[in-house]
T-cell receptor, first 111, second 109 residues
Framework: EADIYQTPRYLVIGTGKKITLECSQT?????MYWYQQDPGMELHLIHY???????EKGDLSSESTVSRIRTEHFPLTLESARPSHTSQYLC??????????FGQGTRLTVV | KNEVEQSPQNLTAQEGEFITINCSYS?????LHWLQQHPGGGIVSLFM???GKKKHGRLIATINIQEKHSSLHITASHPRDSAVYIC???????????FGEGTQLTVNP
């Protein structure tokens, strides 16, 4: 059973609000990732981290930011949410050769 | 251009049928994942392969490194197998994952 958790599962917020999506894993994985997925579409990497204090932007341009102060925690923040941010956000973690584990996802709706 | 190609994009089967989903990729990889995503959005990692074949219950995954191709097979399919199946590769040159577009599988009773 994978131990990676995302909260909240569902979120509806108003335009302009600041939000933070939480992701935590208890497996001690160094590598963590945030993906964005629109319904029926591919997963797109928006941020990744190879360890504490290491974060990089992914393939898809995103107005979000991330931090990695602790190994187990990789929160994603939107400073000012817009309707175009409506999507599903998936967090994953991995370590070399051990496979990738995904959280259940956060479905965000900005109204 | 997506360097990971899955086929078919959509697949409808009758309960009990044998199902095959294919994944091809362009260059060398260090690992290939098969993932399952149910309508609720949660993703489950089914297999991670770097060579050969793995089996878990009714699911079988194979990979041919020379041909840069992997297949996911489901034997005796069941309606609860209905989901999107995603192939993802970790390139030999790095640790990031690249995903295929997914295969929407519907198994009818």
């Amino acid at each position: 059973e994978a131990d990676i958790y995302q909260t909240p599962r569902y979120l509806v917020i108003g335009t302009g609000k600041k939000i933070t999506l939480e992701c935590s894993q208890t497996m001690g994985h160094d590598k963590m990732y945030w993906y964005q997925q629109d319904p029926g579409m591919e997963l797109h990497l928006i941020h990744y981290s190879y360890g504490v204090n290491s974060t990089e932007k992914g393939d898809l341009s995103s107005e979000s930011t991330v931090s990695r102060i602790r190994t187990e925690h990789f929160p994603l923040t939107l400073e000012s949410a817009r309707p175009s941010h409506t999507s599903q956000y998936l967090c994953a973690s991995s370590t070399g050769g051990a496979g990738a584990f995904f959280g259940q996802g956060t479905r965000l709706t900005v109204v | 251009k997506n360097e990971v190609e899955q086929s078919p994009q959509n697949l409808t089967a009758q309960e009990g049928e044998f199902i095959t989903i294919n994944c091809s990729y362009s260059v060398g990889i260090s690992a290939l994942h098969w993932l399952q995503q149910h309508p609720g959005g949660g993703i489950v990692s089914l297999f991670m392969l770097s060579s050969g074949k793995k089996k878990h219950g009714r699911l079988i995954a194979t990979i041919n490194i020379q041909e840069k191709h992997s297949s996911l097979h489901i034997t005796a399919s069941h309606p609860r197998d209905s989901a999107v199946y995603i192939c993802a590769v970790r390139w030999a040159s790095g640790s990031r994952l690249t995903f295929g577009e997914g295969t929407q599988l519907t198994v009818n009773p």
